[in-house]
């Protein structure tokens, strides 16, 4: 299961440092995302652990790579997967 395997992905080289609402984590940012259709979006995005953006809600305040974002939108895909669809403040 992939879920369960991401911490261990997150933490070699493609992760990275992120805060959301305050607390540190590992994640994969990306600078313009893919919806499920596979169109792409120009929002940047942040796909973490689930258990990891349990406490963020939309506006929550987002650092990576030293840039300030605030949370949009939230997409759980149910698999322990979260995608943070972000905004730059």
């Given at each position: ?12 080289p ?46 929550s ?29």
């Open positions: 299961m992939f879920a369960a395997d991401l911490p261990l992905f997150l933490a070699g493609p992760g990275d440092d992120a805060v959301v609402a305050g607390r540190p984590l590992r994640a994969l940012f990306d600078a313009a995302y893919a919806d499920v259709l596979g169109v792409a979006g120009i929002a940047p995005a942040l796909t973490c652990a689930s258990a990891d953006v349990a406490h963020a809600v939309r506006g305040a987002v650092v990576v790579r030293g840039v300030a974002y605030s949370v949009v939108n939230i997409q759980p895909d149910g698999t322990g997967v979260t995608v943070l669809i972000l905004e730059r403040t």
